[in-house]
């Protein structure tokens, strides 16, 4: 496996690894910092990114916004060199509010999924933040590849594959997953090499270049060197990271994916109407069990919830989660997390891929 620099325009990152958002308050300013530090991409989540404010209950909005600069600042003063971005959902309320605010912080990139990011363009024209949308497969890369070029005449300057092992939120049916999985039948690696095809197409009738990156269940050096081995620029990674000193999760979040059985990692009904991947934990016991757990105000996190319908809060599930909570909390992860068994430093998980 040959390691090259992943160019993105006028960028040049030292190490073809970006660090995925991960939130709720999982992926911040700390984490992020570290791996822009060593050369990576360093990914802040926007979601719910200004949980730990004071006012967050009564001002969410102003309280998110405040905290995208405040986490910035964060990870800019661990890495002035660095490459740091966003992660900003698509199916967030207020979604253009959000990537305005990523925007004025100077942030080197912006990487949109959750939905397909038609609007983004729109709102970044005149800035230099590259933007990256996230696909999962040749259909949806094919619609916001099209949909940029006729709309914009400008293509991503990254696009991300994200796969079915992937943690959180999939952008899968159920049935998809079903047909994806196991790995080992190949299918999602044709699907993979069907998006790249698209890529191509694009590349040659815009003539531009535009950077891939895979994500989903790359855990080691061998996983790695087959993503590049498929022909993507480079890999995203979120679980790996979450049990590293730098993680700004609470330990016991830690823990969680150190304890973690294989049977634990499951199929999870996400209040929003989508299949996610997590932790089975108390919590998620009832709500698989068709419990409605109780909650709080609605925070106005996400445009396809309806608070009067969902089983449970996401919002406060996932916060639970960060601050530690576990068996209260929504513990999202990737297929592999349980395979961790031990803390790690953000230089050791990055070493650990590298040839």
């Not at 990254?158 to 092992?165: K, S």
């Not at 959180?168 to 049935?175: A, K, V």
């Not at 269940?217 to 498929?230: D, M, V, Y």
């Not at 634990?264 to 929003?272: A, F, H, R, W």
């Amino acid at each position: 496996m040959q390691i090259k620099p992943l160019k993105m325009g006028n960028i040049e990152v030292k190490l073809p690894i970006i660090q995925g958002g991960m939130g709720v308050g999982i992926s911040l300013g700390r984490l992020a910092g570290a791996v822009a530090k060593e050369g990576g991409i360093g990914i802040i989540s926007a979601a719910q990114i200004g949980y730990r404010e004071p006012d967050f209950d009564r001002n969410t909005k102003e309280a998110n916004l405040r905290a995208i600069q405040k986490e910035y600042d964060k990870a800019r003063a661990l890495a002035p060199e660095g490459i740091i971005g966003f992660n900003i959902m698509v199916a967030t309320r207020d979604y253009e509010d959000y990537v305005q605010a990523a925007l004025k912080t100077g942030a080197d990139i912006i990487i949109s999924g959750a939905g397909l990011p038609t609007g983004l363009p729109r709102i970044a024209e005149g800035s230099k933040t590259k933007l990256a949308p996230i696909v999962s497969t040749a259909k949806s890369a094919k619609v916001i590849l099209k949909y940029w070029d006729r709309k914009y005449k400008r293509m991503p300057d990254l696009l991300v594959i994200e796969g079915p092992l992937a943690g959180g939120h999939l952008g899968f049916t159920r049935e998809q997953l079903e047909a994806y999985l196991p790995v080992q039948t190949g299918n999602y690696d044709r699907e993979v090499g069907e998006i790249l095809a698209v890529v191509r197409q694009y590349e040659d009738a815009c003539q531009c270049r535009i950077p891939t990156a895979l994500a989903g269940g790359i855990k080691n050096r061998e996983q790695a060197a087959h993503a590049f081995s498929l022909g993507v620029d480079a890999i995203q990674v979120a679980s790996r990271f979450v049990t590293t000193e730098e993680c700004d999760a609470d330990i016991r979040y830690k823990q969680a994916y150190l304890h973690a059985s294989q049977k634990q990692v499951s199929i999870v009904k996400s209040p929003v109407g989508m299949p996610g991947r997590a932790i089975m934990n108390p919590f998620m016991e009832k709500v698989m069990s068709g419990e409605k757990i109780p909650h709080g105000p609605c925070h106005k996190c996400l445009e396809t919830c309806n608070p009067a319908q969902t089983p449970y809060c996401i919002t406060e599930a996932l916060i639970h989660a960060a601050r530690g909570e576990v068996e209260d909390g929504l513990l999202f992860c990737g297929a592999y997390a349980c395979e961790a068994d031990h803390m790690e430093t953000v230089r050791e998980v990055i070493n650990s891929f590298m040839p």
